[in-house]
């Protein structure tokens, strides 16, 4: 019957596409050539801002590392952010008290008004100062969040990209540090491979993402975006990343350039954070029309950013179609009816369940390798474990994106800051900050 056959159909791509695109990704991500610039570096000035609302269990540390990221070659301003904090931020902050530690504090009216606002205002700090000295065009201004390390010599890295005046930006790697809880392998899993995987083909097409941790951008690029480069969106750094696309920067991917952070823990923090960023991805869909008709951004990497920026509002259908598919092979293997010749004549619903089963978990099993052969940091068992429960951690993301929707179609904006737990990580020493 025609409709067994189109539900055949549709099976076989799902049993096949799934599994191709992550082990494609696996093989790039694994075996890409090193694309970062060779030759002399820039010195380039570096102010590193950090973001701050009731961060004092994890403030600390953060500055310690973002301060002896400082060389002589690269050196390096700290700017915290404090928006409005009403726990011991400000203390904490004020204790520390090192040369090129500044502080920037926000009061009601003008606090809590999102990140993007914060980072406007740290902004228009450095951009002050630096036309003032005379150092705008050799500035460069990171993000690195509440509970972000930035790994010793990251910043050597990241200037090398720079030598080529044509990048505006660059974006770091991300892994997360807490990695002894469940949830948190799961995200290191997905950001220290699998969008590490997808970083590294963007930054091959040219169609590389920012991301709320890890970003660096010339002041110059921010200064053609004008007074406030950082928008009220929820994604704020996915937009920032699409204007300078817009405006013709090249954005680079520094694989060898490694940011940490503290992977959220428990489930309901899990999928109202993820709800936050696929609603910042529904709010992007404006940017659709301002790609296609930027003579900047062409070929592949349009279809990438078409495809990044349309899948959030297919996700909430697609993950209909595929709970009906699951449903039907379900109803088949209590029944012992056959779906239509799923993979090939005679063949029975029961082995379609086995084989659909076996294209779920491949890929997870597959990236817990990876990671496994990449990082060395884990032991082999437990991150073929963590693979096996991937594709379940991603129906997390699928909830999330209903959440998303209703939010995005209902109206609500606002969103909550996600908690910190007391950091595990080694502090650095508070002599070595100098």
Same mark, same amino acid.
């Given at each position: 019957?025609?409709?067994?056959?189109?539900?055949?159909?549709?099976?076989?791509?799902?049993?096949?596409?799934?599994?191709?695109? @992550?082990? *494609?990704?696996a093989l790039f991500a694994s075996w890409r050539p090193r694309r970062a610039p060779r030759g002399p570096v820039p010195t380039l000035q570096f102010w590193i801002v950090i973001p701050a609302?009731?961060?004092?269990?994890?403030? $600390?540390?953060?500055?310690?590392?973002?301060?002896?990221?400082?060389?002589?070659? %690269?050196?390096?301003?700290?700017?915290?952010? !404090?928006?409005? #904090?009403?726990?011991?931020?400000?203390?904490?902050?004020?204790?520390?008290?090192?040369?090129?530690?500044?502080?920037?504090?926000? +009061?009601?009216?003008?606090?809590?008004?999102?990140?993007?606002?914060?980072?406007?205002?740290?902004? &228009?700090?450095?951009?002050?100062?630096?036309?003032?000295?005379?150092?705008?065009?050799?500035?460069?201004?990171?993000?690195?969040?509440? !509970? /972000? &390390?930035?790994?010793p010599g990251m910043l050597h890295e990241i200037a090398g990209y720079f030598a080529d005046p044509g990048v505006g930006a660059v974006q770091c790697r991300v892994r997360i540090h807490n990695?002894?809880? =469940?949830?948190?392998?799961? +995200?290191?899993?997905?950001?220290?491979?699998?969008?590490? /995987?997808?970083?590294?083909?963007? !930054? %091959?097409?040219?169609?590389?993402?920012?991301?709320? @941790?890890? +970003?660096?951008?010339?002041?110059?690029?921010?200064?053609?975006?004008?007074?406030?480069?950082? #928008?009220?969106?929820?994604?704020?750094?996915?937009?920032?990343?699409?204007?300078?696309?817009?405006?013709?920067?090249?954005?680079?991917y520094a694989k060898d350039a490694t940011i940490t952070q503290q992977g959220v823990v428990d489930l309901r923090s899990i999928v109202r954070q993820r709800a936050r960023w696929g609603q *910042?991805?529904?709010?992007?869909?404006?940017?659709?029309?301002?790609?296609?008709?930027?003579?900047?951004?062409?070929?592949?990497?349009?279809?990438?950013?078409?495809?990044?920026? =349309? %899948?959030?509002?297919?996700?909430?259908?697609?993950?209909?179609?595929?709970?009906?598919?699951?449903?039907?092979?379900?109803?088949?293997?209590? %029944?012992?009816?056959?779906?239509?010749?799923?993979?090939?004549?005679?063949?029975?619903?029961?082995?379609?369940?086995?084989?659909?089963?076996?294209? =779920?978990?491949?890929?997870?099993?597959?990236?817990?390798?990876?990671?496994?052969?990449?990082?060395?940091?884990?032991? =082999?068992?437990?991150?073929?474990?963590?693979?096996?429960?991937?594709?379940?951690?991603?129906?997390?993301?699928?909830?999330?994106?209903?959440?998303?929707? *209703?939010?995005?179609?209902? /109206?609500?904006?606002?969103?909550?800051?996600?908690?910190?737990?007391?950091?595990?990580?080694? !502090?650095?020493?508070? $002599?070595?900050?100098?």
């Open positions: 019957m025609r409709g067994s056959s189109e539900l055949a159909g549709l099976m076989i791509v799902l049993l096949v596409a799934w599994p191709a695109y @992550n082990l *494609g990704l609302l009731n961060e004092e269990r994890v403030v $600390a540390a953060t500055v310690r590392a973002a301060l002896l990221l400082h060389t002589p070659f %690269t050196p390096v301003r700290v700017l915290v952010v !404090d928006d409005g #904090s009403d726990d011991g931020t400000l203390r904490v902050l004020e204790a520390l008290e090192r040369p090129r530690l500044h502080v920037l504090r926000r +009061q009601p009216p003008d606090a809590r008004k999102g990140k993007g606002e914060a980072l406007n205002e740290a902004y &228009r700090y450095i951009r002050d100062r630096a036309v003032q000295s005379g150092t705008a065009d050799s500035c460069v201004v990171g993000v690195i969040d509440g !509970d /972000g &390390r930035g790994a990695r002894e809880r =469940l949830f948190g392998f799961l +995200q290191d899993l997905e950001f220290g491979c699998v969008a590490d /995987g997808a970083q590294g083909v963007r !930054d %091959t097409i040219g169609s590389v993402g920012l991301g709320g @941790n890890g +970003q660096f951008v010339r002041l110059r690029c921010l200064l053609r975006l004008g007074d406030a480069p950082w #928008s009220s969106c929820l994604v704020e750094d996915l937009e920032l990343g699409l204007r300078l696309h817009v405006a013709g920067e090249r954005i680079r *910042g991805n529904l709010q992007c869909l404006r940017f659709v029309s301002r790609l296609l008709g930027a003579s900047t951004v062409s070929g592949i990497a349009l279809l990438e950013f078409l495809y990044y920026l =349309l %899948t959030p509002w297919l996700m909430a259908p697609m993950s209909l179609a595929v709970l009906g598919l699951a449903g039907l092979l379900g109803y088949g293997a209590v %029944t012992g009816q056959s779906l239509g010749g799923i993979v090939a004549v005679g063949s029975s619903a029961p082995l379609a369940g086995v084989l659909v089963l076996a294209a =779920l978990l491949l890929p997870g099993l597959m990236w817990g390798l990876v990671h496994w052969l990449r990082h060395r940091d884990e032991p =082999l068992w437990r991150a073929l474990l963590v693979g096996l429960l991937y594709p379940c951690f991603l129906l997390v993301g699928v909830a999330a994106s209903w959440v998303a929707l *209703g939010r995005h179609l209902s /109206g609500r904006r606002s969103w909550a800051k996600t908690e910190r737990l007391p950091d595990a990580v080694a !502090d650095p020493a508070p $002599a070595a900050a100098g």
